[in-house]
Nanobody, 124 residues
Framework: QVQLVESGGGSVQAGGSLRLSCEFSGIPYSHNYMGWFRQAPLSKEREGVA????????TYADSVQGRFTISKDNSKNTLFLQMNSLKPEDTGMYYCAAAPEVSSALRGLEYRYWGQGTQVTVSS
């Protein structure tokens, strides 16, 4: 059974930092891509934030480039998202996801497995 469980969300002031974690299990070995997505309040769409592949190659949305860092600890089956210099527009529910392969690391439709999300709120 595939499980992805996010944690680490919370409320911070603008300029602050948070580190999200996603513990995963049961993901087929062939699923070489993982990513973080977010859904802003009142938005129907999930925005790709960062992705990482089997070679640890990373991809970031322009809006978070230079502020967020995605990483993965395979020995602990955990995906991380270090978020620095947070802005109010970073507020949203953050999800981790996994896929066997993707043509675009930030395209949510290509990801097969999803966690339940962790809420991040950034106040000005």
């Amino acid at each position: 059974q595939v499980q992805l469980v996010e944690s680490g969300g919370g409320s911070v002031q603008a300029g602050g930092s948070l580190r999200l974690s996603c513990e995963f299990s049961g993901i087929p070995y062939s699923h070489n891509y993982m990513g973080w997505f977010r859904q802003a309040p009142l938005s129907k769409e999930r925005e790709g934030v960062a992705g990482i592949n089997y070679a640890a190659t990373t991809t970031y949305a322009d809006s978070v480039q230079g502020r967020f860092t995605i990483s993965k600890d395979n020995s602990k089956n955990t995906l991380f998202l270090q978020m620095n210099s947070l802005k109010p527009e970073d507020t949203g529910m953050y999800y981790c996801a996994a896929a066997p392969e993707v043509s675009s690391a930030l395209r949510g439709l290509e990801y097969r497995y999803w966690g339940q999300g962790t809420q991040v709120t950034v106040s000005s």
